[in-house]
């Protein structure tokens, strides 16, 4: 019997065929990995969804500094208002006769660019505020706390990025200030015939300089080549009432722009798809691009030297820092029915704008008209007689701004926000005239 039950046992393992035993062992390391993924992936959304929400927060707190900044350089510049608005005494009456220069007259007014000389970013407020102040509340529900956090890391501009403590989290803004009068004030194309005549002489000397020849020497993506005056034609034809083309009158008797016989609109009929001249004054710098024959190359080299939003009346200021700037105001005011060969001499314009330079660093109330006047007549150059005559009462060239553009960066965390805002001074903290958020 025991030989035929080992028979029927050894048929039963044949019929079974391999063994099973390690499945459960395989099936336990397959869910276990399936768990691992599972787990992987709640936890990698988790992360993600915390990071998204604190962005989401760092942005909010990165908007409002930029806008606390917006606010405290409109601040500042109410505060330039003011300094503007100072009448000095006629100090010429009490010195010695005889003692001042023939010629050289004493500033009415001071011209201390305020907003060059103070910083404005998140520190500002807090170097205003004495120490002991800030310590005690003596400020009310305003705190300030004196310990800060400095980063040792440089920003984009090339300056040590400090945060403070706002509550319970670092931050800060950085705002930059820059005069609007500046620039070429597009807007005066529209003028009448006086303000428009020395701006169509700004901008024909702009475009037409030879290191700008390029710009004009091939055709642009949409296959159009244009010459400087026809730029300056299609800018003047975008803010124009009518529907016709200008032309340009060049001798310097009657309207520098003059009515044509064309359709303003034609140029726009190639694009796609098609539009027409605005009729109406720019908005915005980039509202430019729809200007028949202005392009990237175009914007590039000129936007930082063009402007839309101050008043038509308002003059190029010529205490800008930009060489290219200066060179325009001063060939603005010279007398254009004497020129002087040396103007066309780079190293005689470059010595100039030096001596400008110099002048202004040493003028204690700051550089007025007058003594940009004097510089020039100085250096033996024939000055527009207008000028001479009334050099603070003339539509060329200003000391002092109205308008001013005001780019701020807020940072928290990781998330910088950027708006920039232009502003007029005509009310009490200035009235915004251009406002972008990025």
């Known amino acids: 019997m025991s030989a035929l ?31 691992a993924l599972v787990a992987n992936e709640v936890r990698y959304n988790s992360v993600v969804e915390l990071r998204l929400a604190a962005n989401a927060r760092d942005d909010v707190r990165a908007h409002f ?41 004493l ?59 706002f509550g319970d989290f670092d931050g800060c803004f950085d705002s930059v200030i820059s005069d609007e009068e500046e620039r070429l004030n597009l807007a005066k194309l529209d003028a009448p015939q006086l303000t428009s005549m020395v701006l169509l002489g700004q901008l024909i000397n702009s475009f037409g300089d030879k290191k700008y020849e390029f710009l004009f020497e091939k055709e642009d993506s949409n296959r159009v080549k244009v010459a400087p005056t026809d730029v300056i034609i299609a800018l003047r034809d975008w803010i124009d009432e009518d529907e016709t083309g200008s032309t340009l009158n060049l001798s310097g008797q009657g309207e520098p722009f003059q009515k044509g016989f064309s359709d303003e609109n034609g140029n726009y009929d190639k694009y796609d798809p098609r539009y027409r001249a605005k009729n109406a004054r720019f908005d915005s710098l980039d509202e430019l691009f729809l200007v028949h024959g202005v392009n990237d190359r175009f914007m590039a080299a000129f936007r930082d030297r063009l402007t839309v939003f101050p ?69 033996g150059l024939a000055v527009n007689p207008t000028i001479m005559n009334n050099p ?24 910088s926000r950027v708006i920039t805002a232009v502003v007029r001074l005509d009310d009490q903290l200035g009235r915004l005239v251009y406002w972008r958020e990025e």
């Open 392 to 415: 603070q009462n003339q539509r060329f060239i200003g000391d002092k701004s109205t308008t001013y553009r005001i780019s701020v960066t807020g940072t928290a965390g990781e998330v």
């Open 5 to 35: 039950g080992n028979q029927r046992r050894r048929r039963r393992v044949k019929a079974k065929g391999p063994s099973e035993r390690g499945v459960a062992m395989l099936l336990v390391l397959v869910g276990l990995a399936v768990l």
């Open 311 to 379: 008043d038509m009346n308002s003059k190029l200021n010529i205490n800008s820092d930009d060489p290219f700037i200066l060179e325009l105001a001063i060939r603005s005011v010279l007398d254009p029915a004497r020129p002087d060969p040396r103007m066309q001499d780079p190293i005689f314009i470059d010595t100039l704008i030096q001596k400008i330079r110099a002048a202004r660093m040493f003028a204690i109330m700051g550089m007025s008209a007058i003594d940009f006047v004097n510089v020039l007549a100085q250096a």
């Open 107 to 165: 500033p009415k007014n001071l011209n201390i660019q305020l907003w060059r000389m103070a910083k404005v970013d998140c520190h500002l407020l807090s170097a205003m505020i004495p120490e002991e102040k800030a310590q005690t509340g003596g400020l009310g529900p305003v705190s300030v706390d004196k310990h800060f956090k400095f980063d040792e890391e440089f920003s984009d501009l090339g300056k040590a990025q400090s945060k403070r403590k």
């Open 65 to 105: 500094l930029a806008k606390s900044g917006i606010g405290m350089s409109r601040l500042i510049l109410r505060f330039q208002k003011q300094i503007d608005a100072i009448q000095l005494p006629d100090f010429s009456k009490m010195l010695p006769p005889g003692l001042l220069p023939p010629g050289m007259n």
